[in-house]
């Protein structure tokens, strides 16, 4: 079993098929939005003999922020560790060091997350978000914005 950042097209199809059909947090998620979702995070794959086991990507400035998104490990390989090792992988990883804020938002994984140092918000209310879950099931046809 190897962990990598770079996930092959079959792999690519495999985590939009688990998200798109069958997570309860990004359910409907098209193609095109994932495929620009994972090119601009860090992301983490547990691959055994080319098959994609788990899951996970980090949008950050790595300078002071980050976001823990998207984990999951597929159904067949899940109580064995793999979890662990994939959030493991994630906190260790070089460039997510030295960080101020490191967030991620779980329903039902808190017992995990914990284990690896994070706690639950201590001021939500300084906390706000804008939601819209409709905008992940189509793609825009907007010109793409490069930084200079």
Known sequence: ?????????????????????R????KGICCEKLRTALENSLCFALIDNGKLIAFARVVSDYATFANLLDVFVLEPYRGVGH???LIDAVVTHPKLQGLRRFSLATHDAHGLYEQFGFECVKQPEFMMERYNQTAITFQRNTPTRHLA
């Open 83 to 85: 979890g662990k090792k």
């Open 1 to 21: 079993m190897k962990l990598t950042n770079q996930l092959s097209k079959q792999q690519f199809n495999e985590v939009h098929q688990f998200l798109s059909q």
């Open 23 to 26: 997570s309860y947090w990004n």
